[in-house]
């Protein structure tokens, strides 16, 4: 424990030296500290310059490897879909002029929607024949990052979408859900005329569904090459260094104005464009904002780092709720990780209030669902939560009990002995380092300690944020890790997330890149989770979510562990029309949150 008092004590003293560090930040930026920015023009072009801290992978949208929000945030700009997540939370139509309308037809549910006249960024327009293709690759091939999308269960409930005509899309639906409606808000729309010769190449070439599945996620998306119809278009890329966007001045939404309760939003783009620069240190992105170089970090901003930004006259600082949420999870292939008992001695010994007051410094809240409490109606704050409240003496105790009545028992220095007689196998927690997320770092570090107590034998390895996505997604075979600790940026609709994340359906060994990389399998929490894809009612719907969520909670695949408020700096010298959303804030949610990005315009 005093080496945690230490790394605390370490922290302080840093602040400390950030504020010497920041005046002589701010007498540089006055000399002319955006010297970044202009190599690439982008002040003098009225690009937004945004820090991230992962650089980009790759652009395809259907490559599970890519499946993080950094390049989430550029995909989002380059393609469209038929719907969008509103700044009131709810479904608003996009490409689409207005909502599905359904109707009944010989035992099936028949919906249709009529198109936005929209163009590609090659001229070519945006037709029926685009969605259908898009939403059929994803059904036909499987493809893992949307085919729960199409799934309830273990059966497709999408027959098949089609062009009726040039404008109009039908989908023939097994049943009517609320999956449909999400589905419309997920899936990218891809041009018909440069992804079609992918799939007919791969049939020409006598490939398998499951070949042309992977012919699909494996495409390699080339910037000078790449059409989509969205706001932004890449059109400079210099990889681990910087990716610039130019806006599509003939976007189809451009100049319309949507309405909802904060307000109205026309929506642009009215800026010239965004640069995305890469900071892989948190202190150089930080310094980063200060200096001027970039007018917004998309990451959270250390609470310790407030003052710096509230006293400097060109920056403002912003909390809302996280829509999101960060876990530890069981590789539930290798024991004892397969064992509940187990799961839950471990989970009683994490203690999340430490983490939440000594590492959030307060702004967050313990998790113990997969929902954060801001999403109220997902939240079910009645479920199982173990260790809450207890001491460390406590905890030890209960967990002691717990591993007993299963049939675990120690040696004579205090090691575990499985149920089979054997000791527990040495394992390892993968977690981000420490100068990419210091808050899980330090939590991995913090649980080895804790678990040590009762004998396990699990050390904390900080491990590069790409390696350990390659490690629990691998390209090919199942997944070898123990355990990781990571975090999931959601959409609204918590309960379609966790469909799509916890189903059986989606494990790994079921759909290959699936997200339920612990390989979870729950008849009881698959029964509830479909029930809430298909019951409308949203009373009906919000009981069916909260029984999903007791068994999640009961289960544990994942330790859920903290969610975050959200603390969120900008520049206001450049740029003007910040929108913070209440939850999800400026860019956590992404790419839910387009009202920031899309209007935007220069002081």
Not at 173 to 200: C, N, R
Request: charged share 25%; net charge negative; aromatic share 12%.
């Amino acid at each position: 424990m005093a080496k945690v008092y230490y790394l605390f004590g370490e922290n302080y003293m840093l602040k400390k030296i950030l504020g010497v560090i920041v005046v002589l930040a701010l007498i540089l930026s006055a000399i002319g500290g955006a010297i970044g920015v202009s190599e690439v023009g982008a002040k003098k072009e009225k690009h937004v310059v945004v820090g991230f801290q992962e650089p980009i992978k790759g652009l395809n949208p259907h490559d599970p490897a890519f499946n993080d929000v950094w390049c989430a945030f550029i995909r989002n700009g380059m393609w469209d879909s038929v719907y969008r997540w509103g700044a009131d939370y709810d479904l608003i139509p996009w490409m689409a002029a207005e909502r599905a309308k359904y109707e009944e037809r010989d035992g099936k549910i028949i919906a249709t929607a009529t198109l936005k006249s929209a163009k590609w960024w090659d001229g070519k327009p945006v037709t029926a024949e685009d969605v259908a293709f898009s939403h059929n690759i994803v059904l036909n091939y499987r493809l893992p990052l949307y085919y729960s999308d199409w799934v309830i269960g273990e059966e497709p409930y999408l027959v098949k979408a089609e062009a009726i005509d040039e404008k109009t899309v039908q989908w023939t639906l097994t049943q009517k859900t609320i999956a449909f409606e999400i589905a419309l808000g997920d899936i990218p729309i891809l041009p018909k005329h440069q992804w079609e010769p992918v799939v007919e190449k791969a049939k020409s070439e006598g490939k398998t569904p499951e070949e042309i599945s992977m012919a699909i996620q494996n495409f390699k998306v080339i910037i000078d090459d790449v059409v989509g119809c969205g706001p932004f278009k890449p059109v400079d890329w210099k990889r681990g260094s910087y990716i610039k966007l130019e806006t599509n001045k003939d976007y189809f939404m451009r100049g319309k104005v949507i309405h909802a309760k904060a307000g109205d939003f026309k929506v642009g783009p009215w800026v010239d464009g965004i640069l995305v620069k890469i900071y892989r240190d948190l202190d150089a992105l930080t310094m980063a904002v200060l200096k001027g170089e970039i007018d917004h970090p998309k990451w959270n901003l250390d609470a310790g780092r407030i003052m710096d930004f509230a006293e400097n006259p060109n920056t403002k600082v912003a909390t809302s709720d996280d829509c999101g949420y960060f876990y530890l999870a069981f590789n539930l292939r290798k024991p004892p990780l397969d064992d509940p008992a187990f799961r839950k001695a471990f989970a009683t010994l994490v203690q999340k209030e430490f983490i939440v007051e000594r590492l959030l410094q307060g702004y967050g809240s313990g998790l113990y669902i997969p929902v954060p409490p801001g999403n109220t109606y997902y939240y079910n704050p009645n479920t199982a939560r173990y260790g809450e409240g207890l001491t460390k003496d406590e905890r030890i105790e209960r967990a002691k009990q717990i591993l007993g009545n299963a049939g675990y028992s120690w040696d004579k220095s205090g090691g575990l002995i499985m149920p089979n007689g054997k000791p527990m196998p040495a394992m390892t927690i993968l977690t981000p380092p420490a100068d990419y997320d210091p808050v899980r770092a330090m939590a991995g570090m913090l649980i080895q300690e804790w678990v040590k107590e009762v004998g396990m034998p699990i050390t904390a390895k900080p491990t590069s944020f790409g390696t350990i996505v390659d490690e629990v997604w691998p390209p090919e075979g199942l997944p070898d890790f123990d355990l990781y600790i990571l975090g999931w940026s959601l959409g609204f609709d918590a309960a379609e997330s966790a469909r799509g994340i916890f189903h059986s359906s989606q494990r790994p060994e079921v759909i290959p890149g699936g997200n339920n990389a612990p390989g979870y399998n729950s008849s009881k929490f698959d029964h509830y989770i479909e029930l809430s894809a298909v019951t409308m009612n949203p009373e009906a719907r919000q009981k069916y979510i909260f029984k999903a969520m007791e068994t999640l909670a009961e289960d544990l695949p994942y330790v859920c562990l903290y969610g975050r408020k959200l603390i969120e700096v900008y520049r206001t010298d450049n740029f003007k029309n910040w929108w913070v959303r209440p939850l999800g804030g400026i860019g956590q949610a992404s790419p839910y949150n387009w009202e920031t990005w899309m209007c935007l315009e220069p002081v």
